[in-house]
């Protein structure tokens, strides 16, 4: 299965890419701003299909829809 960004590019582990909206964390009280960049992503499944971590927040589950390849 492909995982592909807001763009439609096909992402794959190890990659980088940039929030392209303000995201509310669900169970904390911090905001991802957009251009938030995540390092080194993993690939699960599902509809939240990104794991990463920010420097703020470890362990994030996103959504492709809202992310775009560096």
């Given at each position: 299965?492909?995982v ?65 390849k560096?």
């Amino acid at each position: 299965m492909d995982v592909r960004d807001s763009n439609g590019t096909v992402l794959s582990a190890g990659d980088s890419v940039t929030i392209i909206k303000d995201l509310k964390v669900k169970g904390s009280s911090v905001t991802l701003k957009r251009g938030t960049v995540i390092k080194n992503i993993r690939l699960g499944e599902g509809d939240e299909a990104v794991e990463g971590n920010s420097d703020k927040v470890k362990g994030l589950r996103l959504n492709p829809a809202f992310l775009k390849k560096v």
